[in-house]
């Protein structure tokens, strides 16, 4: 059964179970990790290296499809074999608007027009673009965004007009069928949810759509790219962004790395970290790819990959310059940009006819390709060859995104540490000097190998995930600071495991990742936690003094214990008491 058919289950949101992840202690031991996984599960089992390292392994199978609670049992047993670092289970999971899962994308285009800003370029306007495409001009072999190419893991590509003359149709790939051609079929398997057909072509248009319409549209409408000059790879990942396919998404960032990319920009996001897609982000990185992210949409923190300090994390404001509603904020987000209400091309199949068109959209998977453009702009402006020869690839990315940081138009009324460092100015981020050794830092990529605690399972993966529940009052204050001072979150985690504030570390670093994944793939079961830890606003010292024994324990706790122990591993099992 291949991943395509694993994905095709009518309405069910699940977690879909896609293999193992596997870091070995020593380099260059494949067979060895063969003989494990042989001994452990039989011979139907595929084990790939991955990686730069030649430690990492991504073991998939043939047929058998685990249960949630059989892959964590069998990751555990995987973690117990002599020279297994880590173990990991990989899932396809729900994404990162799944409490918005009634609203259709056409629901969301109709909510923008009630309040329809109808110059189709103002999104373009708010963030500088014209003035930084003045620069590139008038030389018309070198169009904003000339020789860089951005690699798209979305739905696949239409032949809309707005897109198909910078498409790069033969350097694609569709990694839900193993073959050369990314196309948007428009549709999916019997049974499969699809939101938002077209969603890689509205990703696209908003890149290297020429200036105005290339066509005459129903909407009378035309749009415009940030990087009309570049070209785009379309990597076909998924049938819809409902469910993704976390092992898709790896592939497709290495094979962009692969193959000539030069930017990513991912309008994908899953509420459940993953080391399989951190190693992709950190092959793609070290290769010089600077790497877009949407931060998510009706989600309580910022999803993956976009969290990674390797990422650049958008999220999304409107034409007044507020934050939209829906956008997910936090810490981890590095900048924000127009995401509501934001022209777009879109291909739809009614009747077996296909209609093109443009319109306005909604969500952060708008305001994402918008700033990946304004990467190929910086790009293409200073020559990326050039970059390369004076800094070395792997710290453009670093680079990047400094600058991208340090040029956005801040704004004094916004929560302070939730919105990044304000809206992008693409005319600022052209015109920014370039470092040197003299007059600024550069940022040593190895630094962020030394800090992945976000996707430990740690106590820092569960501070990211209720970072709005137990840090929103003290915005002012360092987010390291605050995970070690604020013994909120600690505490109850403690009581949660059955375990002492001491010896919680331990408990996460057995348990960790597995609590974590329940949290982010169980909206009830975080909103459980959520709720008891929201109800100690009001007296931070309550859980830092309380015992086990006494009888204000929040109920929550107990709630949230026995949802868990429906359907857990047995070492989890135990561990939970």
């Keep these: 059964m291949d991943i395509s058919d694993r994905l095709n289950n009518p309405n069910d949101l699940s977690p879909k179970f896609e293999g193992f992840f596997l870091e070995m202690a020593m380099p260059g031991q494949k067979q060895r990790v063969q003989e494990i996984v042989t001994e452990a599960f039989g011979l139907d089992w595929n084990v790939e290296e991955i990686g730069d390292n030649l430690t990492e392994f991504e073991v998939t199978l043939n047929k058998e499809v685990l249960s949630v609670k059989d892959a964590w049992d069998k990751s555990y047993n995987l973690r117990s074999q002599p020279g297994v670092v880590d173990a990991q289970p990989l899932f396809a999971v729900p994404l990162s608007d799944r409490q918005d899962f009634n609203l259709e994308p056409e629901v969301v285009m109709e909510r923008s027009i009630d309040n329809l800003n109808t110059d189709v370029e103002w999104s373009l306007k708010q963030m500088r673009v014209f003035e930084a495409w003045s620069r590139f001009f008038p030389d018309p072999n070198r169009p904003p965004g000339h020789g860089i190419i951005i690699g798209l893991p979305d739905t696949g590509y239409t032949q809309h007009p707005e897109i198909i003359t910078n498409i790069l149709v033969k350097k694609g790939y569709d990694f839900l069928k193993n073959d050369k051609d990314a196309k948007d079929e428009l549709e999916a398997p019997s049974g499969v949810l699809l939101p938002a057909p077209s969603h890689g072509t509205y990703t696209s248009s908003l890149m290297s759509s020429p200036r105005g319409a290339q066509r005459n549209y129903p909407s009378g409408k035309g749009m415009t790219g940030v990087a009309p000059g570049a070209k785009i790879i379309p990597l076909r990942v998924c049938y819809s962004v409902i469910l993704l396919s976390v092992v898709n998404l790896a592939k497709a960032i290495e094979y962009a790395a692969d193959n000539g990319a030069h930017v990513l920009s991912i309008s994908l996001g899953s509420g459940l970290f993953n080391k399989r897609l951190r190693s992709a982000i950190t092959y793609a990185q070290k290769r010089g790819l600077i790497i877009v992210a949407a931060a998510g949409n009706f989600v309580p923190y910022v999803v993956w990959p976009a969290a990674y300090e390797e990422v650049i994390a958008v999220t999304g404001c409107d034409v007044q310059r507020e934050i939209w509603k829906g956008s997910a904020r936090g810490q981890q987000v590095d900048v924000t940009a127009p995401c509501d209400g934001v022209w777009c091309a879109k291909t739809k199949k009614k009747n077996g006819e296909i209609e093109y068109d443009v319109e306005p959209g909604t969500g952060t998977s708008l305001c994402t390709p918008q700033v990946a453009g304004i990467a190929a702009l910086w790009l293409s402006y200073h020559g990326r060859d050039q970059l390369i020869q004076r800094y070395g690839a792997e710290k453009i990315p670093f680079i990047f995104n400094q600058i991208l940081r ?172």
């Design 406 to 577: 340090d040029s956005c138009e801040q704004f004094p009324t916004w929560k302070p540490n939730k919105f990044g460092a304000g809206i992008v100015n693409a005319e600022k981020v052209l015109a920014a000097p370039l470092p040197d050794d003299i007059t600024r830092s550069i940022i040593a990529p190895a630094q962020v190998e030394q800090h992945p605690a976000i996707d430990s399972g740690k106590l820092d993966t569960f501070a990211h995930l209720f970072e709005e529940q137990v840090f929103d009052s003290q915005e002012e204050t360092n987010f390291m600071e605050v995970v070690e001072d604020n013994k909120k979150l600690q505490a109850s985690l403690a009581e949660l495991l059955q375990t002492t504030e001491t010896q919680l570390p331990q408990r996460l670093k057995e348990v960790g990742q597995e609590l974590a994944f329940y949290f982010a793939t169980n909206p009830e079961l975080y909103q459980q936690l959520a709720e008891a830890l929201k109800s100690e606003k009001s007296d931070p010292n309550q859980l830092k003094t309380r015992t086990l024994t006494e009888s204000s324990k929040p109920n929550n706790l107990d709630s949230v214990r026995e949802m868990l122990l429906q359907n857990v591993s047995e070492v989890f099992k135990t561990k939970l008491g």
